[in-house]
């Protein structure tokens, strides 16, 4: 918990990207301390890079999509809940594709790789954001609300579907919980729903093997679901790999009500503009203020060194 984190050696994987149906290969390399999550579109000229943060968000629309310039990277969330799940500060990610690869619906596979490949410690101390005061955030019917107290999540959702209905799963946020509870949820959706993006040339990669697809009344995958409540699950896997674009650890309470990818990101907004309701701290003999490479982000600036 205390010292940053980095890959023990470079991994490499491929899939189908949810939207285009095309393939996309990824190669992880590690990385130095204070230099974040890193994607570079090795597919395109200059090999553009984006830096994973919350100022880099162009799109949530079924998905998050960063940006930098005309260079985009969609579908990162699940990549990035995998990321920040188990702990990992500092990568570059090479992406040859403009969407990350949908794998099975989830992070599980993300997690595995990493857990094979394993993580180094780096020699620098990893810093947090500490919640002081509560800091909640309404839009419509969808809350978000962080609040002192040791790192957790809870979600609740409502569908009016028969197999989902009101549907509310807290987690702490600790790798092996992580790992057994929240990344094998898979994304899920409903069949007229699908049918309709397919129609419209989006979810073109979209399957019963990287989705949990619903008719009115029952789970068409053949292997039913992976846990009762997968579907709130994979809304914490979401809310994970959204959140991880703070750039560093939340250490507080969370609690979502029927949220989304949109809502998540206006949620770090507000949280960041709240500079009563939290202070950066460093675990370390004495406490004292990092200055790593998101210096430069609104979010450490008046920050002392």
């Known amino acids: 918990m205390f010292w940053q984190k980095t890959l023990a050696r470079p991994l490499k994987f491929a899939g189908i990207g949810l939207h285009g149906g095309r393939p996309v290969a990824v190669t992880m390399h590690p990385a130095q301390a204070n230099q974040g999550l890193r994607f570079i579109r090795t597919d395109l000229p200059g090999r553009p890079q984006i830096l994973a943060h919350y100022s880099r968000v162009v799109d949530t629309t079924r998905a998050t999509t960063l940006g930098e310039g005309d260079c985009t990277l969609s579908t990162v969330e699940h990549l990035l809940a995998a990321l920040r799940g188990l702990g990992v500060d ?4 090479h992406v040859a594709g403009p969407e990350l690869p949908i794998m099975d619906g989830s992070a599980a596979p993300f997690a595995r790789l990493l ?5 180094r410690s780096l020699p620098w101390p990893r810093p947090h954001l500490l919640i002081e005061r509560p800091v909640e955030l309404r839009v419509g019917d969808q809350c978000m609300r962080v609040s002192p107290g040791d790192p957790r999540i809870t979600y609740t959702i409502d569908f009016p579907h028969p197999l989902i209905r009101r549907q509310r799963f807290t987690v702490p946020m600790k790798p092996g919980a992580f790992r057994r509870e929240i990344a094998p949820a898979r994304t899920f959706g409903f069949l007229k729903e699908v049918e309709y993006l397919k129609a419209h040339g989006l979810a073109l990669g979209g399957s019963l093997d990287n989705a949990v697809v619903l008719d ?8 039913g679901l992976r846990f009762p409540e997968e579907c709130v699950r994979h809304k914490i896997l979401d809310a994970v790999g959204d959140l991880a674009l703070l750039g560093l650890p939340l250490l507080g309470r969370l609690e979502v009500t029927r949220g989304s990818h949109a809502l998540h990101l206006r949620f770090l907004e507000a949280l960041v503009a709240r500079e009563d309701a939290w202070r950066l701290w460093v675990p370390s003999a004495r406490e004292r203020y990092a200055q790593p490479h998101w210096a430069a982000a609104p979010l450490w600036e008046g920050v002392p060194a």
């Open 90 to 93: 500092n990568a570059l990610i």
């Open 216 to 223: 009115d009344t029952r789970v068409l995958n053949a292997g």
């Open 115 to 119: 857990t094979e490949t394993g993580l």
